[in-house]
C-alpha cells in the first residue's frame, strides 16, 4: 500500500491525501471499515431479497452474495482477509463494530433457524469448556444469540471463505469451476445442519 500510488490514482499531489488522512494507518482503517461495510450491505441485500424466502433459501442465499461480493471486490477482501499490512495494527473500535455487522446477517438466520427447531445440533459433537467459555465471551458482547448459534455461524463462514479464497488466490486446478464448487458446498450445508 503506497500513498503516493494512491494519490497518483486520485490525480492529486501525494501531499494532498494528508489533508483527508493524517497517515497511511488512518487511511488503510478508513478502507478496512469500508470494506467491511460493503461485506455487511451486501449481505443485508442477499436477506432482503429473500425476505419472502424460507430460512434455508436465506441462508444459500447469504452465502452465493458472500461468494459474489468476494469476486467482484477481491481487493476489499485480500485487504480484510489476506496477509496484514506490515506495522498496521487495526484499531478494535473502528474495524470490531465493520466487522460485527458483515456477520450479524448470518448470525440473524441461523438464530431464526435455531428458534424454529429447523438445526439438528443433537448431531454437534460436546462443546469444549474451553469453546463453551469463548462462546459465552461472545455471546455477551454480541448479546441474544445462543452459543450453538455462534459457533455455526464461525463454522459456516470459515467454511466458505476457505473456498472463496482458494477461488481468488487461483489455486483451483484450471479445470474446476469455482462457482460449482461453492454452490454444491452451500447444498451440502444445508443438508447437514438442517
Do not use: C
Given at each position: 500500500l503506497n500513498?503516493?500510488?494512491?494519490?497518483?490514482?486520485?490525480?492529486i499531489a501525494a501531499?494532498?491525501?494528508?489533508n483527508?488522512?493524517?497517515?497511511?494507518?488512518n487511511?488503510?482503517?478508513t478502507?478496512?471499515a469500508?470494506a467491511?461495510?460493503?461485506?455487511a450491505?451486501?449481505?443485508e441485500?442477499?436477506?432482503?431479497?429473500?425476505?419472502?424466502?424460507?430460512?434455508?433459501?436465506k441462508?444459500?442465499?447469504?452465502g452465493?452474495?458472500?461468494?459474489?461480493?468476494?469476486v467482484?471486490f477481491p481487493?476489499?477482501y485480500q485487504l480484510?482477509?489476506g496477509?496484514?499490512?506490515?506495522?498496521?495494527?487495526?484499531?478494535d473500535?473502528?474495524t470490531?463494530?465493520a466487522?460485527?455487522r458483515a456477520?450479524?446477517?448470518?448470525?440473524?438466520v441461523?438464530q431464526?433457524l435455531q428458534?424454529a427447531n429447523a438445526l439438528?445440533?443433537?448431531?454437534?459433537?460436546?462443546?469444549?469448556?474451553r469453546l463453551?467459555?469463548m462462546l459465552?465471551?461472545?455471546?455477551?458482547?454480541e448479546?441474544?444469540?445462543?452459543i450453538?448459534?455462534l459457533?455455526?455461524?464461525?463454522?459456516i463462514?470459515?467454511?466458505?471463505?476457505?473456498?472463496?479464497g482458494?477461488e481468488?488466490g487461483?489455486q483451483?486446478?484450471p479445470f474446476i469451476?469455482?462457482?460449482?464448487?461453492?454452490?454444491?458446498?452451500?447444498n451440502n450445508?444445508l443438508?447437514?445442519?438442517?
Amino acid at each position: 500500500l503506497n500513498l503516493r500510488a494512491i494519490a497518483r490514482d486520485l490525480g492529486i499531489a501525494a501531499p494532498s491525501i494528508y489533508n483527508y488522512f493524517p497517515s497511511r494507518d488512518n487511511l488503510v482503517t478508513t478502507l478496512i471499515a469500508d470494506a467491511y461495510n460493503s461485506l455487511a450491505e451486501s449481505q443485508e441485500a442477499a436477506l432482503e431479497s429473500g425476505l419472502a424466502e424460507s430460512l434455508s433459501t436465506k441462508l444459500f442465499l447469504l452465502g452465493i452474495a458472500y461468494r459474489d461480493w468476494v469476486v467482484t471486490f477481491p481487493q476489499r477482501y485480500q485487504l480484510i482477509f489476506g496477509t496484514p499490512i506490515p506495522h498496521y495494527h487495526a484499531p478494535d473500535d473502528v474495524t470490531v463494530p465493520a466487522a460485527t455487522r458483515a456477520l450479524v446477517p448470518l448470525i440473524k438466520v441461523i438464530q431464526d433457524l435455531q428458534r424454529a427447531n429447523a438445526l439438528r445440533t443433537e448431531r454437534f459433537s460436546v462443546m469444549s469448556p474451553r469453546l463453551e467459555s469463548m462462546l459465552r465471551s461472545w455471546q455477551e458482547a454480541e448479546g441474544s444469540s445462543d452459543i450453538e448459534t455462534l459457533y455455526l455461524a464461525i463454522v459456516i463462514w470459515s467454511r466458505l471463505h476457505g473456498l472463496v479464497g482458494l477461488e481468488i488466490g487461483n489455486q483451483f486446478p484450471p479445470f474446476i469451476d469455482a462457482a460449482e464448487i461453492f454452490q454444491r458446498e452451500m447444498n451440502n450445508i444445508l443438508i447437514q445442519y438442517l
